[in-house]
């Protein structure tokens, strides 16, 4: 996808990056445009924050089964858009749809107001936890995957009740366009709104008095984000880059593995941020391992009618690929598959890379292409430090027969997910939440913590009777003083 303009000019065209057609133009917001949606949305937010939920469950599902009914023309525009094949749209749209069903008939149970324990001192106050919601939120997506990735937050945030303001890259505006076409089929009012355009419009939207921002985009771009938002303190989820490693122990499933690896290194042209950049074999059964990497990898197909991956979306990332290929190569890495000349213009063949020293871009720094690193290691405990040792935390994986082992090297990764046996793994299981550590992001989408990421939890405490000890006064009595003296110890001064 190329765009066809900048951010002085009022409106953008997109191109298909598989040949460079045109697709269609788009208008791009201007600061007072951005305002006036969230005002919009604003009022629209307080109709929708005022129905039940199962009214607002009976609207979202709807909206599902509007997008599900016409899946095949979402595919093809997310493919058009990105260039990636039908059949893996196809696929982000079925994931997608999955994720907005659990939140939209598990926000009451997760939500409602609901009994706390008081305590026994307190046993005179009736306390309730509720969450409202936040009011409008902003979401920027990505372009990667223009369709699953931001309903992440649209889909919990509506769920929630609250108003969406979606901002998507001005790579894929189309598919986002689309989208709110279908919501409006299912609802009147201005619940959910999209605004396209470049980073300007982002940067107006997160400044145009939204409640609450969701980002997703590369970690220095979260940190703008993070920093416009700190003016007013609007607070942001941010689902950054990533750098997941993939450890393979001795007693593993090379096979699987293999095929695993393939798929999360060299699927979706690489362009995924939880997919596969490094893998930590140990070492004795690193040859066999990367002999079925390879192995899959000369399968790939990146041209003809029916390729395994599509091009690069944004044509600057196969200089990002090159760039850290021929580091890769520079510090004393060996190319097993590919290699520089596997880049051409951004059309990226697989590339499989070996014994990359631990401090070259390859391994350091997010490569979003289809290449991966496959390094041996001694033993578990130095994939785990290797794994551990770059700015990311967003994902990782382990690949081991022993259940035991693969929950302990698990529990020692630090990613917001890790998954056993498998690539990509969660993606599907709508109770799990998503999200990254360390420069991966904070915050969390999907399942019940993708619900709460979205809510303001409110807390209620009603006095049902007065209080033996009268502690809530200017004018204590030496009497429930002296009680308060004896409680103490009898309450907290045991060491249990």
Known sequence: MTLLHDDSTSVLTTTDPRDGSPIASYPVASADDVRRTVDRAREAGTWWAGLSYSERRRVLIAFKAAIARDAKALAATIARETGKPEGD???????????????????????????????????????????????????????????????????????????????????????????????????????????????????????????????????????????????????????????????????????????????????????????????YVEQRVRDALVDKVVERAKRIVVTGDAPTYGPMTLATQADVVSTHVQDALARGGRAVFGGPESVADRTVSPIVLVDVPEDSDAVQRETFGPTVVINAVADLDEAVARANATEYGLGAAVFTKDAKKGERIAAQLRAGVVTINSVLGFAAIGALPFGGVKGSGFGRIHGADGLREFSVPKSIARQTRKAALNLLTLERSPKDMHMVERMIPMLHGKAR
């Open 89 to 279: 749209a196809l696929l982000e749209v079925m994931l997608t749809l999955g994720h907005l069903d659990w939140a939209a008939k598990n926000a009451e149970p997760v939500l409602k107001r609901r009994k706390v324990k008081a305590g026994l001192v307190n046993y005179n106050q009736h306390a309730t936890l509720g969450y409202v919601p936040y009011g409008v939120v902003g979401v920027i997506g990505p372009w990667n995957y223009p369709f699953y990735t931001p309903m992440g937050s649209i889909s919990y945030a509506l769920a929630a009740g609250n108003a969406v303001v979606f901002k998507p890259s001005e790579l894929t505006p189309g598919t986002a366009v689309w989208v709110a076409e279908r919501w409006r089929e299912v609802c009147d009012r201005p619940v959910l709104q999209v605004v396209t355009g470049g980073r300007a419009t982002g940067a107006d939207l997160v400044r145009a008095g939204v409640d609450k921002v969701a980002f997703t985009g590369s970690t220095a771009s979260a940190k703008k984000v993070m920093a416009a938002c700190s003016e007013t303190l609007t607070p942001l989820v941010a689902e950054c880059g990533g750098k997941d490693a993939l450890i393979v122990a001795t007693d593993a499933d090379l096979d699987a593995a293999a095929d695993f690896i393939a798929f999360g290194a060299l699927g979706n042209a690489g362009q995924t941020c939880v997919g596969v950049e490094r893998v």
